[in-house]
């Protein structure tokens, strides 16, 4: 048994399509009535004027009065009045005497017969008209007055028959009705090829398919939690959902703005301009790093692009910390390798009888292992802090940089307040050491002609109620043309032409760190030649942020970095 076909509902395009046509019909049909009526009143008003121009001139023929007060008026007007009928078109011409008998009628043997219809305004000399049936049938006939003087001496009456009038009026409705079906067709036309446009643009759904689309579309687009824009085909921006304004950070109504418009930074802006399409592209915004994917929309021309962004600011932190924990991994490995040749070389002595040598070769190691420790955990009593510092320490000296805690270096224990993140501050300083590792270190290995002694000195205080936080190096220093472009994301030392200090995304994630809590970010030259960054982080209220470069010479010099005692290379001894 065969199952019931289901039907769907007709597509929107084909319920658009079905009432146009009868809106078309309808409107033709009421035309061609409109006009069917008006034709026939003005067919009845030509027919009437032209049988009153037609009498009227037979009445005042000098001819026909001659012949009305003739003998025998029959013999003398019958002939008249056909060449008048013929020459006129009318259907007859009637000439009567004052009593109305007929002298002519188109039938020759109805002359004599009385004449059918009124004559009394005619007998008062007043022309009339009328629609009477007569011996022709109905008609429109018109009575004019043949006067001699002030005396009514005969009647002429013309007329054309009814029929004669609707044979006319249909030959102008066949017309008519030709020109209706022209219309029809056009319009028929017009209105298949304006819904075939539309099915295409609606998929052949009906409202409501179309109706249940859109509340799904404005569900999803509030329900998904990365950012989701569209763009016209002028870059304007068409749709943006809630996850799109928190990562992109805007605020009020964007919709139909352009993107360069909006205050963007500029990379991601040339971005969401760009043509091409993108993929797992990293920005950073204001307040956090964005992975940006684009796909143009096209159908034989460009549309628009569909612009998609996800959340990268946690994992860029977390991917942070572990290039930290893997620069820890590899600094003991190091040290473990160092352990053993030191090991090795204790009980090399022990084998050879120097006691002696051998302990005291140990307790130096101790003691400078035991000396930074102590030095550390002195001056910066923060835990996570002090773990930081000693594990850059030991990357450093890896490297060949020894890294300096500046004498006025002082942090006590419960001194970050609860709203300043361990993980900010771990951002912050981190990658500011990061960045004057590797400027310190490429310049020590560039100035191959004189060794130069890579440092980098760590300043951390309490000052004015903010936690100062000062960076410097023995690199090559910041350009002044690039002091605000080290923020930049994306600005390198690897890059080609780019100037010395950063690390991609580095110094970005140092500025939204500090942003987000308040505080100001700066860079100027080291006293060494370096650049040297400075942090301020509000302890108590937070205040608005800002990021500046200011000039490659400070008008105030830097505290030197000159440790109190004798500064202890930074690798952690085994």
């Excluded at 929107?12 to 078309?24: D, E, S, T």
């Excluded at 056909?82 to 005497?97: C, K, L, N």
């Excluded at 051998?358 to 930074?372: D, G, N, S, W």
């Excluded at 440092?455 to 605000?484: F, I, N, S, W, Y």
Aim: net charge negative.
């Amino acid at each position: 048994m065969r199952r019931p076909r289901i039907r769907r509902p007709r597509s929107l395009a084909g319920q658009l399509f079905a009432m146009q046509i009868v809106l078309v019909a309808f409107v033709v049909a009421g035309c061609a009535a409109f006009a069917y009526v008006a034709d026939r009143g003005q067919a009845e008003e030509a027919a009437r004027r032209e049988v009153t121009a037609a009498a009227v001139a037979v009445a005042a023929s000098a001819s026909v009065r001659d012949a009305v007060r003739s003998a025998d008026p029959p013999f003398v007007l019958q002939a008249y009045a056909d060449r008048v009928r013929t020459d006129t078109g009318v259907d007859f011409v009637t000439i009567m005497s004052p009593d109305g008998i007929r002298w002519t009628h188109p039938d020759p043997e109805r002359i004599g017969e009385r004449f059918l219809g009124h004559t009394g305004p005619a007998l008062q000399g007043r022309t009339f008209s009328e629609t009477y049936t007569g011996t022709l049938g109905p008609s429109v006939r018109v009575v004019v007055p043949v006067m001699d003087g002030d005396r009514v001496t005969g009647l002429v009456s013309a007329g054309i028959t009814v029929d004669a009038i609707s044979a006319e009026i249909r030959r102008q409705l066949l017309a008519l009705l030709g020109v209706a079906l022209g219309a029809l067709a056009l319009g028929g036309a017009g209105t298949y090829l304006l819904n075939a446009r539309l099915r295409r643009h609606t998929h052949g759904m009906n409202a409501t398919e179309l109706s249940r689309m859109h509340d799904y579309h404005e569900a999803t687009l509030h329900a998904v939690r990365e950012g989701l824009l569209m763009l016209d085909g002028q870059h304007r921006i068409a749709l943006i959902n809630d996850g799109g304004r928190e990562l992109l950070g805007l605020t009020g109504e964007v919709i139909g703005r352009r993107v360069d418009a909006l205050g963007l930074p500029p990379a991601l802006t040339d971005a969401l301009l760009a043509a091409e399409p993108r993929v797992d592209e990293v920005h950073a915004t204001a307040d956090r790093i964005v992975v940006l994917n684009t796909s143009p929309v096209s159908g034989g021309e460009r549309h628009g692009t569909v612009v998609t962004l996800r959340d990268h600011t946690e994992l860029q932190a977390l991917s942070g910390e572990l290039d930290s924990v893997r620069g820890f991994a590899e600094a003991l490995r190091s040290q473990a390798h160092e352990a053993a040749n030191r090991l090795h070389a204790v009980v090399s002595l022990i084998e050879l009888g120097r006691a002696d040598e051998a302990v005291e070769f140990v307790t130096a190691e101790l003691e400078l292992a035991q000396a930074l420790t102590d030095e550390v955990v002195g001056a910066v009593a923060e835990p996570v802090l002090a773990a930081l510092l000693l594990g850059k320490a030991a990357q450093a000296n890896e490297r060949g940089v020894e890294l300096v805690l500046a004498p006025d270096t002082h942090v006590d224990d419960g001194l970050l307040p609860d709203h300043l993140p361990a993980r900010d501050l771990v951002t912050v300083l981190g990658n500011l050491v990061d960045n004057a590792v590797d400027a310190a270190a490429e310049e020590a290995n560039r100035s191959v002609a004189e060794v130069r002694h890579a440092q980098v000195t760590v300043t951390l205080r309490a000052d004015a109620g903010d936690l100062l936080l000062r960076v410097g190096d023995t690199g090559a220093g910041v350009a002044p043309e690039a002091m605000e472009e080290v923020f930049r994301r994306g600005w390198s030392t690897k890059s080609p032409g780019s100037a010395p200090h950063g690390r991609g995304l580095g110094l970005a994630l140092v500025r939204q760190a500090v942003r987000r809590n308040g505080g100001t970010v700066s860079v100027t030259g080291a006293p060494g030649g370096g650049a040297e960054f400075t942090v301020r982080l509000p302890l108590h209220a937070a205040r608005p942020a800002e990021t500046s470069a200011a000039p490659a010479t400070p008008s105030s010099p830097p505290t030197p970095a000159v440790p109190a005692t004798p500064a202890p290379r930074t690798g952690v001894p085994s």
